[in-house]
């Protein structure tokens, strides 16, 4: 299986057009240990030719153009990206759907609760629907040859835009993660967004070969005491990695990533001692252009 980060932030990407934190400075300076990263997303192969996308970030045609393995290679108008599955309803994980309008023919993989919310919005009747088929994400399903993906549910909670109608608790299918392996036993698992570490997610990914986590902020408080927000990262949706790296800390993995980096989280800073002790635990901080191969 191969794996490439094609983005690594959380919605806004880093640094953040309207952030001005010490973080958000050093990204615009160009500082060499806070790398720009794009909002989150994996390319993923089993064969290196034919390609599934999992979430389609708003950064997409940045994406694309910054990975020679997904630019169009024969005719006037091709992609070896042949499929997406998505996470989740938030801006960051599907609005780059609309990047793909181009009538070019895939897969669109999703929850019926996030395929309700993309057929609820007209921009998103730009996706051909003779040319872009809607599958359902219910059970275990094959978006590429040989390579087989199994859904679970992750604790989370609708995007903020829509709160107003189905409130802030919980809502099946809301948020999944993604358990992907190959013909040679080879396993990912793709959980950017998880509001809480329950035994059966522990159960779930232990044993991965590399696991992708949310890593959005830091500490639960992270926003709060800095200033920059008012929420905690639970109430938007999010474990603390403080939190998840004690929670995880007993599972076999042979390789885990921490991924959806906000801008205000310090482990952006390749120097912080919060980078450090994410290190030291055994963990590393996904960057774009990453590239894994299982």
Known sequence: MKIIVLGAAAGGGFPQWNAASQNNARGFAGDPNCPRQTQASLAISSDGEN????NASPDIRQQIIATPELH???????????AVAL???????????????????????ATPYVSKVIAANPLFSVLDPELVGRKSIDGPFTPLAGLTITP?????????????????????GASIGLHLKDTTGSSLFFLPSCAEITPDIVRAVD??????????????????????????????????????????????????????INNSNPV????????????????RVAEDGMRIEL
Do not use: C
Not at 51 to 54: A, D, S, Y
Not at 72 to 82: A, N
């Open 51 to 54: 390609w599934l996308l999992l």
């Open 72 to 82: 169009p290679r024969t005719g006037l108008r091709s992609s070896p990206i042949k």
């Open 87 to 109: 996470t989740g309803a938030d801006v960051d994980a599907l609005t780059g759907l609309l990047t793909l309008r181009e009538r070019q023919p895939l897969d669109l993989w």
């Open 152 to 172: 679970f549910p992750a604790p989370g909670k609708p995007p903020l835009y829509l709160e107003r109608t189905d409130g802030i608790g919980p809502a099946a």
């Open 207 to 260: 044993g991965a070969g590399v696991l992708f986590f949310d890593g959005t902020m830091y500490t639960d408080d992270e926003m709060i005491r800095s200033g920059e927000g008012e929420k905690t990262a639970r109430r938007m949706g999010h474990v603390a990695m403080t939190d998840a790296i004690e929670a995880l800390r007993g599972i076999k993995v042979e390789r885990r990533y921490f991924i959806h």
């Open 268 to 283: 952006l800073n390749r120097a912080s001692p919060e980078r450090k002790a994410v290190e030291a635990a055994g963990w």
